[in-house]
């Protein structure tokens, strides 16, 4: 049976599971786990990705991310592969570190966030990796010290989570702690890491009762949230699909494409993939780009070399385009 597509969109919420391959370690010591979160805040800060907690366990690691410019392919494939290599050079051993590809689950933000920014940040006690929370307190290879003040990340947006307990840093990270310990009891959730059908509809009393009264909901393994919700991010997600599709079966590639957007600038198409600073040429560039990654589906990282730009460049020129395409009701194609 073929993989489902990942389900992605810019500000998306995404819990990310990452494993050994055949349960192996994927950090052994320290220096692996530094060089980790070193390499994970440069990628987070280049590609404008928010991250509210992460766990790093021997043989796994967790993430809860909300997309920016970059689609969390880009952010994931920057992410594993530069660790594949450090750790493989360091440990000197060769082929695949990771098992299979990546999980992510696009989660139902308003419903979910803290509950998963507690599991995640729960991972160590439930490892055994640290004995209890005064211990968790100040652990460094887990997002809860930052939010409780005891380290410091950068790239980690404590203040936001913080914020959605009390504006007082204080008060509400005495309120978070107190979340977090209630949270200990619940012990491990596959509710929140995959269950389908079990996940996004509260639990299996919910199901049965549903069932008992003849009511089925929508579900999806790559999603948590509610029926409504999961139904809503399909929609969109087929959608989408369905749109690109409509797009090559019309011919559209990054020729077209650049024919398209040379004829509503009046420009030359070969003009896009060369270099300069001029106005028209920066607009037409722009807009080029934006259609090319949100209606084309095609990747800022194969976008770069193309256009002989670097992936920031690309994902500038992506923001820029679609406030262009906004403010002028430009379109890519009639019908």
């Not at 690691?61 to 392919?73: I, K």
């Not at 991010?233 to 699909?241: I, P, R």
Request: aromatic letters at 8%.
């Amino acid at each position: 049976m073929p993989r489902a597509a990942r389900i992605d969109a810019p500000g998306a919420l995404h819990h990310i599971i990452v494993r050994g391959i055949e349960q192996r370690n994927i950090f052994k010591d320290d220096i692996d786990r530094i060089n980790f979160l070193d390499r994970l805040g440069k990628v987070l800060s280049e590609t404008g990705t928010k991250c509210f907690a992460w766990s790093l366990i021997p043989n796994h690691f967790h993430l809860l991310l909300r997309t920016g410019a970059y689609p969390l392919s880009t952010v994931m494939r920057r992410l594993l592969t530069g660790h594949a290599l450090s750790f493989n050079g360091r440990h000197n051993r060769s082929g695949h570190l990771f098992q299979n590809r990546y999980k992510s689950i696009l989660c139902q933000e308003n419903t979910y966030l803290l509950e998963l920014v507690r599991y995640l940040h729960l991972n160590p006690i439930r490892a055994g990796l640290v004995m209890d929370i005064a211990m968790l307190d100040t652990y460094p290879f887990c997002g809860h010290s930052v939010i409780m003040g005891k380290k410091e990340r950068v790239w980690q947006d404590d203040v936001y989570v913080l914020s959605l307990f009390h504006k007082k840093i204080s008060t509400a990270r005495s309120r978070y702690k107190t979340f977090v310990l209630k949270g200990i009891q619940k012990g491990r959730r596959p509710e929140l890491t995959g269950g389908g059908l079990i996940r996004s509809s509260g639990g299996w009393s919910e199901i049965k009762s549903l069932r008992r009264a003849n009511m089925h909901l929508k579900s999806d393994e790559r999603i948590l949230g509610d029926s409504e919700f999961v139904e809503r991010v399909l929609k969109t997600a087929d959608e989408s699909l369905e749109k690109k599709y409509h797009l090559k079966s019309k011919g559209f590639d990054t020729r077209k494409l650049a024919e398209r957007v040379a004829e509503i600038f009046a420009i030359d198409p070969e003009e896009i993939f060369q270099p300069g600073k001029q106005p028209k040429k920066v607009k037409a560039r722009s807009v080029f780009c934006y259609w090319a990654v949100r209606e084309l589906g095609l990747t800022m990282a194969c976008l770069a070399p193309k256009l002989n730009i670097s992936q920031p460049a690309v994902s500038l020129s992506v923001r820029r385009g679609e406030q262009i395409v906004s403010e002028n009701g430009y379109v890519m194609t009639d019908g």
